[in-house]
């Protein structure tokens, strides 16, 4: 059995044990809490950016409680939880500034980044600020960006996680599709935008899910759970723009990350 495998095996076995302790007194079931450490990085996706409720010690990475990183390590109690997903991350960010937590004895990493290099947020800022046909060439030289230089950089991103935690399983989450087409929206965005934005987020996730699999990693795919949960859907769990607080703009809400990211994740963990 390989040290990932046995950690996980051990994982399970303490929560049998401590459902033991609970239906039958068993005191001594808790001390036998696996040695299990998992470790949330990446971008406002994973910090839980448009969720509310931030840790003000996290200044402006933005970290909450109410992110699909902390929703788990609530549920699960891994012994050691290092939560060091920032807002505004991009792969340089990562490389430079969240990676300190990992070790040989890390089990378990999720991340999502790209959007960010991507230049996601500048495609949105363009989508609704000018025309569209404006809007389309900034999506397309986004696709072409994730084409020719992401690639390399969430090489980097990955090869560094396995340089410093060579057993654990890691879990690279992608981005929500935005918009429901001929949704409920009557105003805002035309179809032809929003369909570009839908499409360079396809473009994005696919981009990351084959660098991931090449890695050996396991790729969670988001816009299945999102499905129905767009923007112009009626049921929400992303923010449309928000002029009084433009930062949580198509940003997953505190029931897309209940809803949306942590079932998925929880579901290859």
């Known amino acids: 059995m390989s040290k990932r495998m046995s950690r996980f095996a051990a994982l399970t076995s303490s929560l049998l044990l401590a459902a033991g302790a609970a239906l039958f007194g068993a005191g001594q079931a ?9 470790v949330a990085l990446g971008d406002s996706y994973s910090s839980g950016v448009g969720a509310g409720n931030y840790d ?10 109410r992110a699909y990183p902390a929703l788990w390590a609530a549920a699960h109690s891994p012994q050691t939880f290092s939560f060091t997903a920032c807002s505004g991350a991009r792969t340089g960010d990562v490389l430079s500034g969240q990676l300190g937590p990992l070790n040989s004895g890390t089990d378990l990493v999720s991340i999502t980044v790209g959007g960010n290099d991507a230049g996601f947020s ?7 600020l000018q025309s569209e046909s404006t809007c389309v060439n900034r999506a397309n030289e986004a696709k072409r960006y ?8 969430l090489d980097q991103v990955y090869d560094a996680i396995r340089g410093r935690a060579p057993s654990a399983k890691v879990v690279v989450l992608g981005y929500p599709r935005f918009y429901k087409l001929s949704g ?8 032809g935008e929003r369909s570009a ?3 360079a987020a396809d473009h994005l996730n696919a981009a990351i899910a084959k660098r991931a699999a090449d890695h050996g990693y396991t790729f969670a795919s988001v816009v299945g759970a999102f499905t129905g949960h767009e923007i112009c859907s009626g049921s929400a769990w992303l923010h449309s723009v928000n002029w009084t607080n433009i930062g949580e703009s198509y940003h997953p809400t505190a029931a897309g990350q209940s809803g949306g990211y942590l079932p998925v994740f929880s579901g290859k963990v």
């Open 30 to 38: 808790s001390a036998a809490q696996a040695d299990f450490g998992y």
């Open 56 to 65: 003000s010690s996290s200044g402006s990475c933005k970290r909450t409680t």
């Open 122 to 128: 500048d495609v949105m800022t363009t989508c609704v």
């Open 146 to 153: 994730v084409d020719t230089t992401l690639p390399g950089q």
């Open 184 to 191: 409920t929206c009557v105003a805002g965005l035309t179809e």
């Open 197 to 199: 934005i839908n499409g």
